[in-house]
C-alpha cells in the first residue's frame, strides 16, 4: 500500500507546514510540494505492474492487481495535472484557503485508490466515503461565492442521498449472501437465486442508481452543472476526471464481480443487468449531448458534455464479455485516458479565460486566434478531440467502443453512440467559431501562467498522440491486464 500511504503522508505533513507557515508566505510551495507526493505514489504504483500474482490483504478485502493500478496510474495522472495547473493560477478570490486546497486533494485520491483496489464491500464504502465527503469540502471552499454555496448544498445533500442509496443495496446483498466479500457474494447469490431473484433484482437497481450518481449519469445528473459551474474551476476538472474514474472503477468491479459472472451469468437477471446499464448509457448520451445545444457557460456546457461522455464510458461495461469481444477494459480504459487529457486541457483553457477576462461563457472565447493564436490552436485541438474527429485521441476511443457494440451485435446502442456523436459537433465546433469567426470588441489580452500553457500543451500533444498510436496504448493495456485474473476472480 506504498502508494496510498504515500499520499497520506504527504497530507499530513502538508497540513503541518500549512499550519506553521506565515500568512504572507505564498502557498504554492504547498503545490509542488503536493506534486513531489503524487509523483512517488505514481512511481509506486508503476512498480507493482504487471505482478506475477494479485497481491490482497484482509482477507481480499484490498486487491493489487493490474485492474486497480491501471485506474490508480489514471487517477495520479488526473491529480497531478491539476495540481500542477493550479500553482501560481489559484488566487486568493477563487479559492481563499490555497493550502487546503492543495492537500485536500490528496486524502480525496487516496479515496478513489481504496475504490479502485476494493474487493469488499466495506473497503468499497470507506473509500468512496473519503472521496465524496473531502469533494465536498473542495466544491464548498469559495464561501463568499453564492453559486458555489448552491452547488455544495446540492451536492452534498443529493450524494448523501446516493451514498444511502449505495448502503441500501449493500445491506440487501449482504442480507443474502452472509458475507461482504464480492467473491462469496457472486457465489451465494448464484446459489441463492431461485430463492432471492427480486432481493437480487432490488440490490442491483439501488447500487445502479447510487453509482450512476456518482459518475454523473443520467438521469441521476441533475447535480453536476450546477456543482461544476459552481466550485472553483481546478475542483471541477478534478471532480470530472478524477471522481468520476473512481466512480467507474468501481462499477466495473462491483458490477461484473457480482452480478456479471458465474451461477448468474444462466439466469435472466444477468441480461437484464446489461440492459438497464445500456439504457443508462444511452439515456446519457442523448440528454447530454441534446442539453448541451443550449448552453451558454464553458462549465455548464462541459458538465452536460461529461455526462454524455459517461454515456460513452458506461457502453464498455454494459456489453458483455464474450468469446467474440473480451476487449471491454481496454476500450473502457483508453477512452477514460483520452478523456482525462482532453478535459483538464479544456479546464485549463477555460481557467486562462477566467484569470484574464473575468468571464466564463462561451463568449471568453470570442477572437481567441487574434489575441491569442499559440492558445487557439492548442484548445482546437482539445475540441477536436472531445468532439471525436479523426486523429485524435477522443476518436479512436469512441471507435474502439462503437466496434466493441457491433461486434457484439448491439446496434440500436452503436446507432445512439454514433447519432450523439454526431449532435455534440454542433456545440464544440461552435466553441471554434467563437475562436475564429468572432471578434472581442474589448481586445482583452489574454495570459497565462507557464503551468497553465505546458498544461494545455501537453494536453493537446497527448490527444494528438493518443490518435496517431492508438494501438500502442491499446496494446500496453492488453499486454498488462489479465481478464481473469484482475477482474473475474475475486478470491
Not at 476526471?241 to 466512480?247: D, E, I, L, N, T
Not at 461522455?309 to 481496454?330: D, E, T
Request: proline share 3%; hydrophobic share 55%; with cysteine.
Amino acid at each position: 500500500m506504498a502508494p496510498e500511504l504515500t499520499l497520506v503522508i504527504a497530507a499530513v505533513v502538508l497540513s503541518l507546514i500549512d499550519l506553521v507557515l506565515p500568512k504572507q508566505v505564498n502557498r504554492s510551495l504547498l503545490g509542488w510540494l503536493s506534486l513531489v507526493g503524487i509523483i512517488i505514489s505514481t512511481l509506486f504504483v508503476i512498480s507493482a505492474l504487471n505482478p506475477a500474482e494479485p497481491k490482497h490483504l484482509l482477507d481480499y478485502s484490498y486487491r493489487v492487481d493490474d485492474f486497480a493500478n491501471i485506474m490508480k496510474l489514471v487517477l495520479l495522472a488526473g491529480v497531478g495535472l491539476v495540481t500542477f495547473m493550479s500553482i501560481g493560477a489559484v488566487r486568493q478570490e477563487e479559492v481563499p484557503h490555497v493550502g487546503e486546497y492543495y492537500y485536500m486533494l490528496l486524502p480525496a485520491t487516496v479515496g478513489g485508490m481504496i475504490m479502485a483496489s476494493s474487493g469488499d464491500l466495506i473497503t468499497l464504502f470507506v473509500g468512496l466515503e473519503l472521496l465524496s465527503i473531502t469533494s465536498y469540502i473542495l466544491v464548498a471552499m469559495r464561501k463568499k461565492d453564492i453559486r458555489a454555496n448552491e452547488g455544495a448544498f446540492k451536492y452534498i445533500v443529493l450524494g448523501g442521498i446516493s451514498s444511502a442509496i449505495i448502503l441500501y443495496g449493500m445491506s440487501f446483498l449482504y442480507g443474502i449472501s452472509g458475507s461482504t466479500n464480492l467473491a462469496e457474494i457472486n457465489t451465494a447469490l448464484g446459489q441463492n437465486a431461485a430463492d432471492a431473484m427480486p432481493f437480487i433484482y432490488v440490490s442491483f437497481f439501488l447500487l445502479l442508481a447510487g453509482f450512476a450518481f456518482k459518475v454523473a449519469a443520467a438521469p441521476f445528473h441533475m447535480w453536476a452543472p450546477d456543482v461544476y459551474q459552481g466550485a472553483a474551476t481546478p475542483i471541477t476538472a478534478f471532480l470530472a476526471v478524477v471522481s468520476k474514474g473512481a466512480a467507474f472503477a468501481i462499477l466495473f468491479r462491483v458490477l461484473y464481480g457480482v452480478y456479471g459472472i458465474g451461477a448468474l451469468m444462466e439466469h435472466p437477471l444477468h441480461k437484464d443487468v446489461l440492459l438497464s446499464l445500456m439504457i443508462v448509457a444511452a439515456v446519457g448520451m442523448i440528454l447530454g449531448n441534446f442539453i448541451a445545444l443550449r448552453q451558454t457557460n464553458l462549465k455548464r456546457l462541459l458538465a452536460y458534455s461529461g455526462i454524455a461522455n459517461s454515456g460513452y464510458l458506461l457502453v464498455p461495461i454494459a456489453i458483455q464479455f464474450s468469446m467474440v469481444h473480451y476487449s471491454n477494459f481496454s476500450e473502457f480504459a483508453f477512452y477514460l485516458i483520452a478523456y482525462l487529457f482532453m478535459n483538464i486541457g479544456i479546464f485549463a483553457v477555460v481557467m486562462v479565460l477566467e484569470r484574464s477576462t473575468g468571464e466564463e461563457h462561451i463568449n471568453g472565447l470570442a477572437g481567441l486566434y487574434y489575441r491569442a493564436p499559440g492558445l487557439a490552436v492548442a484548445t482546437v485541438l482539445l475540441v477536436l478531440s472531445l468532439a471525436g474527429l479523426p486523429l485524435s485521441g477522443g476518436f479512436f476511443g469512441k471507435l474502439y467502443i462503437m466496434l466493441g457494440t457491433v461486434q457484439t451485435h448491439n446496434y440500436w446502442l452503436a446507432a445512439v453512440l454514433i447519432g450523439t456523436s454526431v449532435v455534440s459537433f454542433y456545440y464544440y465546433f461552435g466553441l471554434i467559431r467563437q475562436m475564429f469567426m468572432r471578434s472581442d470588441f474589448q481586445s482583452r489580452p489574454v495570459s497565462a501562467t507557464w503551468q497553465l500553457a505546458i498544461t494545455i500543451w501537453l494536453c493537446a500533444g497527448v490527444s494528438v498522440l493518443l490518435g496517431v498510436i492508438p494501438h500502442w496504448v491499446l496494446g500496453w493495456i492488453e499486454g498488462i491486464f489479465s481478464l481473469t485474473q484482475d477482474l473475474f476472480f475475486l478470491s
